[in-house]
């Protein structure tokens, strides 16, 4: 998956994201407002998190930032400057790779380890309203537990954290209620001591739109792209 350089920091925060290319992302958004639609919203999902994660010069995060990607033949590193601006140096770019989104997530898990960081999390881009210090309180967390969760409403999870690695993906059933309680449930088998995170949302249909709206409302402050793209879009009320 790349060379080796030398982490700056014990910790990797990865941001798992798809190339936002209508029809191919966003899909069952897609399916009721229209697949260029969701995509150019999920374009805005990404100038978000960009710029709210990427570290800022004299300003120190405590992880290192990396984009773990798919499909992995694409320009992932052109996409994200071209629509954030923002500066890449130092951001690692891991192509997503392995059967299906578990084995994905789990061999990016792994993969940080392999890496040399002492913990590795893995966020969502589905969530653009999500809080800065979220990630931060993972690594928190793990300083004193082996894996990391949080929580979204519909039964499945927007962060997955560990210490070392561990695999505890196996046999969880992704995109479905249970996912997160069945991840919860194969990390207490293994004996590992498990975190909770702050619960929040995700945006996968149409419904979840109002919950996207009233988290941005007044202005739009917390995700001014996907704030612009709603009213653009024809998706504010």
Known sequence: MGERPRP???NLLLIAAREPVAGA???RLGAAIGMERAASLYRAFLVDLARRFTPQPGVDPDYDLGWAFTPAGCDFPGVIAALSKTRCDGVRFVPQIGDGWGGRQTNLLRWGSAQGYARTVLIASDSPHLPAPIPVQAFARLADHDVAIGRV???GYYLIGVQGFHDVLSGVPMSTTG????LCARAEAL???VAALPPTFDIDEVADLALLRQALEPDGATAPATWA???ELGLAS
């Open 8 to 10: 700056a920091h014990d």
């Open 153 to 155: 409403h519909d039964g």
């Open 191 to 193: 004996a590992l001591r």
């Open 229 to 231: 793209a709603l009213q």
């Open 179 to 182: 996912a997160a309680d069945a």
């Open 25 to 27: 992302t966003k899909t």
